[in-house]
């Protein structure tokens, strides 16, 4: 029984600390032999497209915020789209969104038209996109 417990300590023990101890002497033993690893510095011309999608359900009152915050993003603007989901919002979010100009607003209004693929508002990020309805109730 005693050989039960001490194992099971133990790997309580390695799961908490061991593994930490274990990579840190891994890491500083690749560092002495390899050296230092160089992270490549990619120039603007060779960032990736991005696109990055915010769902938002009546959220009028911080939504101006967290656009400013989302342009203000260190990236190439030519690279980085935007798409403001906002399905069966009655607060005016999709009117928010749509003051700025470099962001989509993707927003149904009944569930019917949230299952067909939408190349309207969504369009501008060069691909389909489907808006599929979510339960709301568990």
């Known amino acids: 029984m005693q050989v039960v417990f001490w194992l099971s300590l133990l790997v309580v023990f390695?799961?908490?600390v061991g593994y930490g101890l274990v990579l840190f002497v891994l890491v500083r033993l690749r560092r002495l032999i390899k050296g230092r690893r160089t992270v490549p510095v990619l120039a603007e011309a060779d960032y990736p497209s991005l696109a990055l999608v915010v769902?938002?359900?009546?959220?009028?009152?911080c939504m101006e915020e967290?656009?400013?915050?989302t342009l203000a993003l260190d990236y190439p603007a030519e690279?980085?789209?935007?798409l403001f989901v906002t399905d069966g919002s009655f607060d005016g979010t999709p009117d928010v969104v749509r003051k700025y100009p470099r962001s989509n607003c993707c927003t149904r209004q009944n569930a019917a038209a949230r299952s067909t693929p939408s190349t309207g508002p969504c369009g501008g990020l060069r691909r389909?996109?489907?808006c599929l309805p979510t339960p709301t109730r568990v």
């Open 128 to 130: 389909t996109w489907w």
């Open 66 to 69: 967290k656009i400013r915050n």
């Open 55 to 61: 769902a938002a359900y009546n959220e009028v009152d």
């Open 14 to 16: 390695y799961t908490y």
């Open 79 to 82: 690279r980085l789209s935007l």
